[in-house]
């Protein structure tokens, strides 16, 4: 049986380990005022067998696809007017071509090289928005087919003109069951936000008004001919709908001076009040009476300390749960698990700072595992840089917000099995349902308390107050309060040895920096969140499984690669 065992093992880990991935792939479709497409496709990589790429379209009735450019990482490839798909892996090193079959064409491209390649393929679609017979203006096409190989792990569509698209324009998208297709900011997204399996596809139906692009070419069928068309065999996926407060909040301007004041303040005291965290007795803690602390409270455990934050917001406002990342950063910094490094990049030679994520680090917490491995996903080389994590952020948001979230859910665990926290035997007890213990209490002052402390010690007179020797602890206190760079600038003026000492294994450049991919990073998963929260409640927001027969670029599989 061992044996057996052995040799399948043997037969299938090969198979596993040289498969193909796409990790993404990005559609930015550019249409201008003739109805012209210019497609730009982004494709991440990580490839170990085959010699091509290819992407099909059938069904191209009056249109045609011109000007196909082909690069990867960078380096642009020659375009070959005989491309042979058959021809080796070698002679199709840095080559693209056109590869036509029956009803359509393939656009084709060498491998070159093996490993983690991005590539970039360009190309123009005419007659990309056609007439219809009754007057109206129509995107349909297959923008992504079935049987890609392999399956991307993500697939992301923008199209977009010169003019901004209304929150009313009506869209459709079809193939991908749940795939938001909507319009935002003046212009269409579809996102599958997931992996496009064999038998799913994207589908887009936009119908514009009249005389909205200058067309030469026109269809037969009335509109609703193609949407008849495209619904059939669609299993309609219906968008969240907006909750009451959102609904509410769409009418500010009739609601702002007369109900919405109230219904915050109802909303907020009666959730605080029912769901919320006090003390015994309804103790409380005075700010202006809290004397500063100098030391390092919360028995220096950031998480501990960002949950007390958390469990305190009356008084420490703007509190944020993804504060804690930069003080994680900077810890990772401190137990060399990560390094950062300065890269001179561009034409002019710009230098760039980047996070060394190549260190082969070991952590005994699970979720700062998780967040590294984030990170190095984000940044694909090991060498994570800004842009990198921001562009992941805005594709995997829930992914990023939830496992902060589930970092403050443990530490509340914690507090309640240690019986830290518990639940009130009655009203008079405590006027919130949660009761912190003392124990929390005299932490929570000693917290506040530093937080007075970072933000005034630059006021002080003597330089003996702080305590110099802990100022990295300062700075990840400092992260969770939201007041990094500002503390950072004081210690640069008041103590510049601190920073400027070659011995320590960090900068200001570096503490700033790492507040700046903190911010950078969050900002770009906040707005990817609101975008796919504020889906019009027209025509766009409409996603289908099955469904968008007839349409152009459609009627056939395949792509990927071979």
């Not at 842009?387 to 952020?393: F, M, Q, T, Y």
Request: glycine share 8%.
């Amino acid at each position: 049986m061992k044996k057996i065992i052995f040799t399948l093992v043997l037969f299938l880990v090969p198979s596993i380990i040289l498969a193909n991935e796409i990790n993404n792939i990005d559609m930015k479709i550019y249409v201008d005022n003739n109805g012209t497409a210019h497609v730009t496709e982004e494709w991440t990589t990580n490839l170990t067998q085959g010699t091509e790429g290819y992407k099909p379209y059938y069904n191209l009735g009056e249109s045609k696809i011109s000007n196909f450019k082909v690069s990867m990482n960078g380096k642009e490839y020659t375009y070959n007017s005989d491309y042979d798909i058959n021809a080796s892996f070698n002679e199709k090193k840095y080559k693209n071509g056109f590869h036509y079959i029956d009803n359509g064409v393939e656009l084709c491209f060498g491998i070159t090289n093996y490993g983690k390649n991005t590539y970039i393929l360009s190309y123009d679609i005419s007659n990309f928005v056609v007439n219809t017979s009754d007057n109206y203006q129509m995107i349909y096409w297959t923008l992504f087919p079935y049987d890609y190989n392999p399956s991307p792990e993500r697939v992301y569509i923008k199209i977009y003109s010169d003019f901004k698209y209304a929150d009313t324009l009506d869209v459709w998208g079809y193939g991908k069951y749940g795939a938001p297709t909507y319009v935002y900011d003046g212009y269409i997204e579809m996102d599958s936000e997931s992996t496009v399996t064999s038998s799913e596809y994207m589908t887009i139906l936009v119908k514009f008004p009249e005389n909205t692009f200058t067309l030469d070419t026109a269809v037969d069928k009335t509109f609703d001919e193609y949407l008849n068309m495209a619904n059939e065999g669609a299993t309609t996926y219906k968008v969240q709908k907006k909750n009451f407060f959102q609904k509410l909040l769409s009418y500010i301007p009739f609601l702002i001076s007369i109900f919405i004041p109230f219904a915050i303040v109802f909303i907020a005291i009666r959730s605080s009040i029912v769901n919320g965290y006090g003390y015994k007795n309804n103790k409380v803690i005075n700010k202006k009476e809290t004397p500063l602390f100098r030391d390092i409270p919360c028995n220096k455990d950031i998480y501990y300390a960002n949950i007390l934050t958390k469990l305190n917001n009356e008084i420490f406002t703007g509190y944020k749960e993804t504060n804690i990342f930069g003080a994680i950063i900077l810890k990772w910094v401190k137990e060399n698990k990560v390094k950062f490094i300065n890269q001179t990049k561009g034409v002019f030679n710009k230098e760039t700072s980047s996070i060394d994520l190549t260190l082969n680090p070991t952590f005994d917490n699970v979720l700062e595992k998780e967040l590294f491995d984030i990170m190095h996903e984000a940044s694909i080389d090991g060498i994570l840089e800004t842009k990198e994590l921001e562009k992941w952020n805005n594709k995997h948001y829930t992914k990023f917000f939830d496992l902060f979230e589930r970092i403050n859910k443990i530490e509340i665990e914690k507090l309640k099995q240690g019986n830290h926290i518990y639940t009130r035997t009655n009203k008079e007890e405590c006027k919130r349902k949660n009761i912190m213990d003392d124990t929390i209490y005299e932490e929570s002052v000693k917290l506040y308390g530093l937080k007075k402390f970072l933000d005034e010690f630059s006021k002080i007179d003597t330089r003996e107050v702080l305590e110099v020797h802990i100022w990295d602890e300062y700075l990840m206190f400092a992260y969770i309060f939201g007041i990094a760079d500002k503390v950072a600038k004081q210690l640069k003026n008041l103590y510049p040895e601190v920073l400027e000492d070659p011995n320590n294994y960090i900068d200001l450049d570096t503490i700033l920096y790492i507040n700046y991919l903190s911010n950078c990073s969050v900002n770009a998963a906040s707005t990817a969140r609101s975008r796919a929260e504020s889906y019009s409640s027209g025509g766009g927001g409409f996603s289908s499984g099955g469904g968008g027969g007839g349409s152009f670029g459609g009627g056939g599989g395949g792509g990927g690669f071979r």
